[in-house]
């Protein structure tokens, strides 16, 4: 067989195999090249490079082994190929990972043995060739890409001429619900997050503030365009022109740093060239760790990073180098006063999933309870979840400790004073078993709605509470109006500085554009309900200390346990440094208490005779007892 029969054959097994599946999944699922600024550019490289490159170093490999062996090559590549196309569709069976990869191997074998021997085999192979070219299509002009691939050049809106009054500072905090901050007299827990208490003391705090979309992607472009999220729009600048940045870049420097929207134009933001250098690289990482998660069965499927928590950067997450509060320094060095106005922009995934970081910001890794899935709903057992949410509360610490950071520069500088700062978070997340985890629906929409919002204008020194309702596209408008700055077009928020529109409903806005219109006052209900049992699990007012006892016997930490039954049914320990993982089965208890030198030094809840617990490092060794 000519070099060139066996290359088109490659194309087309690999086409089936390789890209058809990555360009179903990702072309239902756009924000994944939306989220990293991907431009139309990136998209069709990406596709021709998914579609070309993988046969062609296949049939590179046939084209520089002996002749003699070139037969045998083949047939191996033609095996592997249809035994990846057969894994993908049997994936799903409810049998063993080992025996699903071995009758995969079974049939590539006997796919490639057929190849060879039947003529019929390789002339379907040959009359298949156009094939791979409609899925390219198909890819590009049919699926929800197509709008970055194709999209036109936008038109940005400035304001007209207009010379801002103040420097800005514009801080957002990643899936940061308003209830996780707060005690039981609904004010910010001064004790865990002092930061945002000192903040709330010295601003003006709109404590009824709600986002209007479910996810960055919608929630993020809602803050900086004034506009309600629109189905099929992504974070990128071709779809929101009439932005922030836009509208004060002509007279303003700005300073942008943002990894998950990309609303920002190179024109007025020449900085951010450097931070997509990386994006090839991020994108191919990205899209292998994909694949194995389309292509493996879940039961082998343990070791590979999670998708579950964002559109990008699994890899890298997995392997933890990147630090979500680090403050890049060039941007820590530019917050100081500067002769000509300037807008400072900075979006944190704090205390956004996963959830790995002490309050101090040192890293950890533990065996992670059951979570969610790629349907983003929670598993079924409370106590489970209950350990994300625990983990998502000391993650909060160190957004805190960020938040820290920043304020006391902009003090050091004299900047503080003297700016317009406006910090905020785009949405929340929900902690409910069987329930979706973020993504909107009946049962969360308390969870996700309400978000915190503190603006202090320039010189402002005393604090103020706001409990009229208010919505994060009211933040532009009353960014605008604050700086005395026109913004050239309609725009679905208002001003919070002076008189507005009651709002007696919340609107909140699905990613494809489904609206849930809920009344203010009955979703102020559900929230006072849902922050009562956030409270009875974790308390307030406490050291992140007490947070290792959850539940109704939490005043247990601490003291000494005088007869309780010692649980014998426990989980290999896996000790890794800051935190330890104890978790295992305990029928007939309500809670469990780990006792260390003597002392209850954690207290988890059960449910279905189930428990996770989370245990400081370096206590040496671990009792577990029933209560």
């Known amino acids: 067989m000519s070099l060139r029969l066996a290359g088109l054959h490659l194309f087309v097994l690999s086409a089936f195999a390789v890209a058809q599946p990555l360009f179903d999944l990702l072309g239902r699922n756009a924000e994944f090249f939306g989220a990293r600024g991907s431009t139309g550019f990136d998209v069709v490289l990406f596709a021709l490079t998914l579609l070309v490159v993988p046969p062609a170093l296949l049939l590179a490999v046939e084209a520089i082994v002996p002749r003699r062996a070139r037969s045998a090559v083949h047939a191996f590549f033609v095996a592997a190929l249809v035994g990846l196309i057969v894994l993908q569709a049997i994936r799903a069976v409810g049998a063993p990972g080992w025996l699903l990869v071995a009758i995969a191997a079974l049939a590539g074998a006997g796919a490639a043995a057929l190849y060879a021997r039947v003529d019929a085999a390789r002339l379907v192979l040959t009359v298949l060739a156009p094939v791979p070219l409609v899925f390219l299509v198909l890819f590009l002009f049919g699926s929800d890409v197509s709008k970055l691939t194709f999209s036109g050049t936008p038109t940005a809106s400035a304001a007209s001429g207009e010379r801002p009054r103040a420097p800005v500072v514009l801080v957002v905090f990643d899936e940061l619900p308003l209830n996780s901050l707060l005690d039981a007299k609904n004010r910010i827990d001064a004790v865990r997050f002092p930061a945002f208490a000192r903040l709330a003391a010295g601003s003006t705090w709109f404590a009824r503030d709600t986002t209007v979309g479910e996810g960055t992607t919608h929630a993020v472009p809602a803050i900086l365009t004034g506009l309600y999220p629109r189905g099929g729009e992504f974070p990128v600048y071709s779809d929101h022109p009439r932005n922030l940045f836009t509208l004060l870049g002509d007279s303003t420097r700005l300073h942008v740093v943002d990894e998950e929207t990309h609303l920002c134009p190179v024109k007025v933001c020449p900085d951010l060239q450097s931070s997509f250098g990386g994006e090839a690289r991020s994108l191919l990482e990205d899209t292998g760790v994909v694949y194995l998660h389309e292509l493996l069965p879940p039961s082998l499927a343990g070791g590979i990073p999670s998708i579950a928590d964002g559109w990008d950067n699994f890899l890298r997450d997995a392997r933890g180098h990147d630090d979500p509060g ?17 807008l400072w922009y900075v979006h944190f995934m704090l205390p956004h999933s996963p959830w790995k970081y002490l309050p101090s910001g040192r890293p950890y890794s533990v ?232 002392r209850v030094v954690a207290v988890d809840p059960v449910v279905e005779g189930r428990f996770w617990a989370l245990v400081p490092g370096g206590l040496g060794k671990l009792r577990v007892f029933a209560v």
């Open 367 to 598: 065996r992670a309870a059951p979570g969610w899935g790629s349907d983003e709903v929670w598993n079924g057992n409370q106590a489970a979840v209950d350990q994300y949410w625990q983990r998502h509360l000391l993650q909060l610490g160190y957004a805190n400790t960020v938040l820290a950071r920043v304020v006391a520069r902009l003090r050091a500088t004299g900047l503080y004073d003297r700016a317009l700062l406006v910090v905020t978070a785009d949405h929340g997340v929900s902690f409910r078993a069987g329930q979706k985890r973020r993504p909107l629906s009946p049962a969360n929409l308390q969870d996700i709605a309400y978000v915190p919002l503190f603006v202090k204008l320039p010189h402002q020194t005393r604090g103020r509470v706001v409990l009229q309702p208010s919505r994060n596209t009211d933040i532009l408008p009353t960014v605008a109006a604050a700086l005395g700055v026109q913004v050239p077009w309609h725009v679905d928020g208002h001003s919070l500085l002076g008189s507005r529109p009651a709002e007696r409903d919340v609107v909140l806005i699905k990613d494809h554009g489904k609206r849930f219109t809920i009344p203010q006052g009955r979703l102020e209900a559900l929230r006072e309900r849902a922050l009562r049992r956030q409270l009875a699990l974790f308390g307030s007012d406490e050291a992140f200390s007490k947070l290792f006892a959850i539940g109704p016997d939490r005043g247990l930490l601490g003291q000494k346990l005088r007869s309780a039954r010692a649980v014998a049914d426990l989980d290999p320990i896996a000790r890794s440094g800051s935190l330890v993982q104890v978790s295992g089965r305990a029928t007939g208890a309500r809670s469990v208490a780990v006792v260390a030198n003597g």
């Open 326 to 342: 680090r403050i890049p320094p060039a941007f820590r060095r530019s917050l100081r006063p500067q002769p000509r106005p300037a």
